[in-house]
């Protein structure tokens, strides 16, 4: 169970993308194109954190000018896609503005973001990540990747802090 007082020193989000705003399915198209769904309330959330002057960063494995588009009109200036190693991105993102451990909070649901954990204030994941993620995560979001999760813990943290928008 986390300390929840770890939730106030949280000024900044690192999220993965697959599994996490998507449910980690992918259309493909007869063109070979893959296609998400993102949930429209984890993008009001982007929103609302950006607003209250939370450092939003995303994390992922992929590569998609879709999914990076999405982010860029949300506010989102940093995106670290076709990464193949997380952790040095990390490093980076500390390093370049920087952010102590335990300011981030990171949000992953696969093996690859269990390199993130150790180096983060609170290490999250959506209800439905793997097994091994659920076992080492310090929060659950109660809802799953690409069913709100996003807006479900950057709306805690906020509450917390006392910033949520209402």
């Not at 993102?38 to 494995?61: C, P």
């Not at 200036?77 to 990390?90: M, N, P, R, S, Y």
């Not at 204030?121 to 709100?148: F, H, M, Q, R, T």
Request: net charge negative; aromatic share 10%; with cysteine.
């Amino acid at each position: 169970m986390i300390d929840h007082s770890k939730f106030n020193e949280i000024t900044t989000f690192i999220f993965d993308v697959d599994g996490v705003f998507t449910d980690g399915s992918l259309l493909v198209t007869e063109q070979g194109e893959f296609l998400r769904i993102m949930n429209t309330r984890d993008g009001q959330g982007i929103k609302f954190a950006l607003d209250a002057d939370y450092k939003v960063f995303i994390i992922t494995k992929g590569a998609s000018v879709g999914v990076k588009k999405r982010f860029q009109l949300l506010g989102v200036t940093e995106i670290f896609d076709f990464v193949h190693d997380k952790g040095t991105a990390l490093a980076e993102i500390k390093d370049r503005y920087q952010i102590a451990q335990n300011q981030i909070l990171f949000m992953g649901d696969d093996i690859p973001d269990l390199l993130i954990f150790p180096h983060v204030g609170i290490s999250a994941c959506p209800s439905d990540a793997a097994n091994d993620v659920l076992s080492n995560a310090d929060y659950i979001s109660p809802l799953e990747g690409g069913k709100g999760c996003v807006r479900e813990i950057v709306e805690k943290v906020m509450r917390i802090q006392d910033k949520w928008v209402v």
